[in-house]
């Protein structure tokens, strides 16, 4: 059974830090995608990253904050969060596909977890 489970999230303040992690099991992924989805918002592409780490894609308003890793002895992804906004308040998914390139596209991920709430008071 494939499962991917978010974990991390939580309340901050402005200006803090979190380490969301996705823990896969079951089979591994090419491409490990992190979405969001604000509230009254359409989920939306977040960062990706491929199979061996080398190439790794991110949304403009979080270059510079967010970077995501990837354990592939753990099969676990990461994403850490930095300088934390209002904005990015949301419930935060990891997706996984077979396709070698981190895309932005939802409909091009296969699997995705339950999710895990971020919440940033200013």
């Known amino acids: 059974q494939v499962q991917l489970v978010e974990s991390g999230g939580g309340l901050v303040q402005a200006g803090e830090s979190l380490r969301l992690s996705c823990s896969i099991s079951g089979r591994t992924f090419n491409t490990v995608g992190w979405f969001r989805q604000r509230p009254e918002k359409e989920r939306e592409f977040v960062a990706g990253?491929?199979?061996?780490?080398?190439?790794?894609s991110y949304e403009d308003s979080v270059k510079g904050r967010f970077t995501i890793s990837r354990d592939n002895v753990k099969n676990t992804v990461y994403l850490q969060l930095n300088s934390l906004k209002s904005e990015d308040t949301a419930v935060y998914y990891c997706?996984?596909?077979?396709?070698?390139?981190?895309?932005?596209?939802?409909?091009?991920?296969?699997?995705w977890g339950q999710g895990t709430p971020v919440t940033v008071s200013s």
């Open positions: 997706m996984g596909r077979d396709g070698t390139t981190p895309v932005r596209e939802l409909w091009l991920y296969d699997y």
């Open positions: 990253i491929d199979r061996t780490g080398a190439t790794t």
